[in-house]
């Protein structure tokens, strides 16, 4: 149990265009989700935390305007990059969490893009 | 902010060999936790640690939760090909939130 999924893989896209990535709980309901970036050879940095059914509280230096997040559900997230560009180009990780009494967060396997 | 110093960085060793790297804090976390990431993947947590000064094992795994809760440390004993990859710590703030480690790398010849 316990498993998290995210899509595209991978996407490559022009700048100035946008793209969302996919974030499903697959056998659980996720009453968190996170969203993390992580460019070559370094650690993973909070993005933004989603709660299912309300605005996204992002981290110190995201643009919430850049990077759009939607929660519909308790078992989908997205994020949306609008008007990409080659600095966004990065490796984009979500983990969800069950909520109070949970042990961990569980993490998908991440989501790389590639911006020309 | 919140910052998690690991070390070291990278490690060559040969297989067979212990491994031993450490993560160090200058807030508290209530919660630590090690996972390991291979390349083009997400992470996937090995040990989490709940109470200061607590000693979990995982197989080959052992780390421990400093008295302070301000530090752990993660050992690999007798080590395998497939240990190869990044790990990182993490604490967890009470939002939830996790603060990473940068990482240790870790290479084995065989």
């Known amino acids: 149990g316990a ?114 | 902010g919140q910052q998690l110093n690991q070390s070291p960085q990278s490690m060559f060793i040969q297989e067979g060999e212990d491994v031993s790297m450490n993560c160090t804090s200058s807030s508290i976390f209530n919660t630590w936790l090690w996972y390991k990431q291979d390349p083009g993947e997400g992470p996937v947590l090995l040990i989490a640690l709940y109470k200061a000064g607590e000693l979990t094992s995982n197989g080959r795994l052992t780390a421990q939760f400093g008295i302070t809760r301000k530090d752990s440390f993660l050992n690999i004993s007798a080590s395998i090909p497939s240990d190869v990859g990044i790990y990182f710590c993490a604490g967890l703030t009470g939002a939830q939130k996790l603060v990473f480690g940068q990482g240790t790398r870790l290479t084995i010849n065989p």
């Not at chain 1, 460019?39 to 643009?63: C, D, H, I, R, W």
Request: hydrophobic share 35%; net charge neutral; charged share 15%.
């Open chain 1, 3 to 116: 498993v998290v999924s995210q899509h595209p893989s991978w996407v490559i896209c022009k700048s100035g265009t946008s793209v969302k990535i996919e974030c499903r709980s697959l056998d659980f309901q996720a009453t968190t989700m996170f969203w993390y970036r992580q460019f070559p050879k370094q650690s993973l940095m909070l993005m933004a935390t989603s709660n299912e059914g309300s605005k996204a509280t992002y981290e110190q230096g995201v643009e919430k305007d850049k990077f759009l997040i939607n929660h519909a559900s308790l078992t989908l997230s997205t994020l949306t990059v609008t008007s990409a560009h080659p600095e966004d180009s990065s490796f984009y990780i979500c983990s969800a969490w069950r909520g109070a009494g949970a042990d961990t967060q569980y993490f998908g396997p991440g989501t790389r893009l590639t911006v020309l």
